[in-house]
């Protein structure tokens, strides 16, 4: 059985980060389908990897602009991205909201506690954060309720 996992990137990093998931995944039997934006050199990346992806939506500006290309990213995931087991992310809030709402699981990786609007998006809607040691328990604490802070994964980034 192939499970097939969506990622959705959002900056450059997150582009390599997806294009590392899809080759390692592919020896696993793991299909990851990738979603982007249009930003920054997020299609480079991917392009540099010869994947296949699907770029939907753009980074708004001001506040306004933010929730007014949220919204319409949402929309538009909803008609790419039909068939999937599982959404990861580096916490997409607009990725992660169509993954809740279709009853997907969510995997949540993130490295930016400070990160206060998307965080509050989108780790109390995850099954899943996968975070850096070094940054205290309590940082995540703010996001997630007391009662599913077990769902809070740290790894050691160290060499």
Not at 24 to 41: A, F, L, S, W
Not at 63 to 80: N, P, S, W
Not at 86 to 99: C, E, F, G, K
Request: glycine share 6%; with cysteine; hydrophobic share 45%.
């Amino acid at each position: 059985m192939v499970i097939k996992a969506w990622f959705d990137a959002l900056t450059a990093k997150q582009a390599r980060m997806a294009a590392i998931l899809s080759i390692e995944g592919r020896k696993r039997g793991i299909d990851v389908i990738i979603t982007c934006r249009k930003y920054d050199y997020v299609e480079e990346v991917l392009n540099a990897f010869g994947l296949r992806y699907e770029c939907v939506g753009y980074h708004g500006e001001s506040t306004r602009e933010k929730l007014l290309r949220g919204i319409e990213r949402q929309l538009a995931l909803l008609d790419v991205v039909r068939d999937f087991d599982v959404h990861i992310s580096l916490t997409s809030p607009d990725a992660v909201r169509v993954a809740f709402g279709l009853g997907k699981p969510i995997i949540a990786l993130t490295d930016t506690a400070h990160s206060y609007f998307v965080n509050k998006l989108t780790l109390p809607l995850a099954n899943t954060v996968i975070a850096p040691a070094a940054i205290p328990m309590s940082e995540w604490a703010r996001y997630i309720p007391s009662a599913e802070i077990d769902k809070v994964r740290a790894f050691d980034g160290g060499f």
